[in-house]
T-cell receptor
């Protein structure tokens, strides 16, 4: 069984719709992250959370919000999706003592029409 | 501004030969560097890392070299195997275990049998 799971794996939506991407982990890690990957740009950090009560903005948080419902769950929301949010989204987790060595989920491919 | 750059989008090598993937960075505050490997339809996986207090770190077939004066690091894979064919991302951080990674654009490595 995968340690970090993401749902959905693929999603097509329309401009203006609200979308939620979900991430669950069974690794017992306190730290969780959301990234997006765009061609030619690599991965960019959207939000990160060190525990349920500690949520921080990353490089590109505008247009996104997150919710840390439990240690194991971290959701990313697009309040009003726009086409330039079309990307591959990854959730990741890490142990607090080794935060740079992150464990990634399989990704969600989001297309905003 | 891209603080971490991988200027070669792709690299093709013959099985058994050496693969050398390069990465340049601009921020002198970066003090920890990592390489992640990504197969299609999967999330990135941590491969190897190096602290700025070292200039070399080796793990089996994988060696990372760091040249701080040139702000350059490289990943050597010897010998290359077809299973090494993947996208390789260089990442850097200057925030000492916060997990705030800055990724390069990635290099697609193809190892031909």
């Amino acid at each position: 069984d995968a340690d970090v799971t993401q749902t959905p794996r693929n999603r097509i939506t329309k401009t203006g719709k609200r979308i939620m991407l979900e991430c669950s982990q069974t690794k017992g890690h306190d730290r969780m992250y959301w990234y997006r990957q765009d061609p030619g740009l690599g991965l960019r950090l959207i939000y990160y959370s060190f525990d349920v009560k500690d949520i921080n903005k990353g490089e590109i948080s505008d247009g996104y919000s997150v919710s840390r419902q439990a240690q194991a769950k971290f959701s990313l929301s697009l309040e009003s999706a726009i086409p330039n949010q079309t990307a591959l989204y990854f959730c990741a987790t890490s142990d607090p003592t080794r935060s740079n060595e992150q464990f990634f989920g399989p990704g969600t491919r989001l297309t905003v029409l | 501004d891209q603080q971490v750059k991988q200027n070669s989008p792709s690299l093709s090598v013959q099985e058994g030969r050496i693969s050398i993937l390069n990465c340049d960075y601009t921020n002198s505050m970066f003090d920890y560097f990592l390489w992640y490997k990504k197969y299609p339809a999967e999330g990135p996986t941590f491969l190897i890392s190096i602290s700025s207090i070292k200039d070399k770190n080796e793990d089996g077939r994988f060696t990372v070299f760091l040249n701080k004066s040139a702000k350059h690091l490289s990943l050597h894979i010897v010998p290359s195997q077809p299973g090494d064919s993947a996208v390789y991302f260089c990442a850097a951080t200057g925030s000492s275990n916060t997990g705030k990674l800055i990724f390069g654009q990635g290099t697609t490595l193809q190892v031909k049998p």
